[in-house]
């Protein structure tokens, strides 16, 4: 038995009286990936913040290679070789991808940087990464893969011990998942420990060794993947069993009403090519297609964020036109965004004002929803939703990522739409939230409203949507409806020759 | 509704407790009034008046600041207006179509920089630099490059005469506080314009018309800014384009910052503002009655900044809210949150 690389027991953590952290423990093997699971909450974050010295523990004690450690800033503790790689990549997007990979260690000459050098070792680095790019170009003209194998270089070439990824998979399609797999498999066949944050079931079985779970701050074990059956995974997380979300197919049964909004020869140069676009009364339309396919070009179309160049637009037979958001708002539409802190949330406003806010904008400046109708208003999300919050009063900001995308879908269904489009809406959500949206999804289309779901998760497509589009290159490739609707038709069209596409 | 009296003890209350209380250990008859001709007289009262352009002002900067803006330029509008009061008067205009054109002055004046900042998204900083640059050559070609003195009874009453025994400038100050107080408070105003400060981009998507309301506070400020600039032309009796409402611009974003009013935009509070302004002249009006030089005002002004912004840090918080028992609130939201919110609950 290998001696593990690093080694953390008993870890206590409080904020004030709040115990996040109570008795935890992680033991990361060399040459292993380590996956780190647990809901919303559980106390993940917190965990990573301590062994990466972002956070100080109140007890307990972390060993790396055997000798004990106290890191006291994530500068210290990459020093001594535990690297990190968050969610949302901490690069500079306006540096270039070599200043990147060395900021901070320029290579020097005469006291100034010596870009040749520096350059030279980012191609030396990256070629073991097999990426080939311009190390002279700035970060951004890059895609969030490229972008997150250049901070996986960087986070490696500095601190070579651990390497702890906080969902690296959340932007990437499925190709790029592979790529990062491959990275992934050899750099644990250096030796490396790995540690990896997902809310993806199936990655975690695709590519980790063992996962420890953690449940309220506490561990419920740390078990090999290879005698851990699914379902006794998700017990762990959850603390009780739920029924298989991939086993349920809700959408495809469903009947839908009238015609409600209809999108004619809808188009954006550069970012949607024609489209026509039925959405009916009570119906769930998923939207599938690989990242870049334009599936958010559209939904901004839809919602009048941009303005096509050409198309009409008929709501219950009257034509209509989408200046700004206002006006689509106006016709009853909603629209949760993918990105719910850049484009979603209003981080220091509380959940409440978070929660009433789009219903206030339609009613206008000069109407005033009272203190009560507010308080009223959120009361009731919270508790529909079960947003967790420790009060209605506490800024959005604080709230974890799958309550805050609960508060921005409560602040859309407070105003009663009649078309929702949401864009990824159980991205980075635990998997009891998840399931819990998908339902609340399906009861809201038999109230009649419809249903525009964008994600990149196609199980979750395909259980419950009644009609699925395949977007492929910027235009609708292909459209699935009812039986018809599986992955492997899904998959099949977006993979179809372009000669075939009935668009 | 009830709250504990703890939410009203501000560093901001404090701070100005403390000058006053230095002002008058410095010069013991700081806090005598008395009233003659009809009007209160002394150093309290003085502070108010003197206090009341750039507290108008800061009233206007504090709705600016709280979408994430800034306005450079109010300090020359106050010269714009003073101009065009002082030209019309001087021609003969009755008071109150002058009073109006000064005031439409101001709106077309923060007009531009709104349209600036939210039509063509320039910068707010820069935005408003121009008309701060550009500003003071309209004032002067109003003028004609000269001090435009007058004698009309009602402008100068604007400036030096009273109400109710107060002088005019406290009554505008203060109505102006009240009435934009109650306009953002009890209409969802407030609300728009936090959101938008604290996330433009989420605001529009959930229906906000950012653009007119950007447009809005930049023209409010423009219109606070006339006013302010009447009245400095009714207190000299002329207008000077060179020199009146120099630097107040700086005086009314501390006034602002001082108040409570983060420059990263989102909550905001207008009365703390006013308070703010208040602090600033109490300091000055005590220089002034101590017989200090008054370069000596500069020095102190800096230290008393340095004070004030240090107990309203993020750290200061963090302490306070150690030390403070009572005070058992969730680990992340800090301490500094909470009376913000509570002022706005008793207004509604």
New interface residues.
Partial sequence: MPEPVLSAAHIDKS????KVLDDVGIDLMPGEIHALLGENGAGKSTLIKILTGAYTHDAGTILLDGKPVHPRDTKHAQEMGVGTVYQEVNLLPNMTVAENLYIGRQPLKFGLVDNRKMERDARALLSRYQLNVDVGSQLDTYSVAVQQIVAIARAVDISGKVLILDEPTASLDQHEVEVLFGILQRLKADGLAIVFITHFLDQVYEIADRATVLRNGRRVGSRAMADLPRMDLVTMMLGHAIADTHALRIGGGRQPGGLFASFKDYALAGKAAPFDLDLHEGEIVGVAGLLGSGRTEMARLL?G?DRPDSGELTVKGKPCKLR???DA?ALGFG?A?EDRK?????????VR?NI???L????????????KAQVDLADRFVRALDIRT??I???VK?LSGGNQQKVVLA?WLATNPKLLILDEPTRGIDVGAHAEIIRMINSLCDQGMSLLVISSELDEIVAYSSRVLVLRDRAISGELRGAHISVGAIVKMIAMQPEVQDA | MSRPLRSFIKPQFIALALILLLNWILFPGFFNLFFRDGRLYGSLIDVLNRGAPVAILAIGMTAVIATRGIDLSVGAVMAIAGAVAATMVGDGHPLFLVIMAALAAGLVCGLWNGSLVALLGLQPIIATLILMVAGRGIAQTITEGFIVTFNDPGLIFMGSGSILGLPTPIIIMVTLAALATAAFR????G??V??IG??R?????????SRALLIGVYTFAGFCAAISGIIAAADIRGADANNVGLWLELDAILAVVIGGTSLMG??FSIPMSVVGALIIQAMNTGILVSGFPPEFNLLVKAALIIVILVVQSPLAGRIWYFIAPSR?R????SPA?TPA?STE?TL?
Avoid: C, H, M
């Fill in positions: 904020f004030l009286d709040n919602f964020i700004e958001p206002r708002i629209f965004p850049v484009d979603g949330i209003l981080g220091d406003l509380t004002e009433a806010i789009a206030q904008a339609r009613q206008g400046w000069t109407r005033p929803l009272s203190q420790t009060g009063e506490q800024p604080f602040r | 009890l209409t969802a105003l609300l728009f936090e959101a604290v996330n981009s989420a605001s529009t998507y959930a229906g906000l018309r989102g909550r058992k969730p680990p992340p939201s949150e919110t609950g509604k």
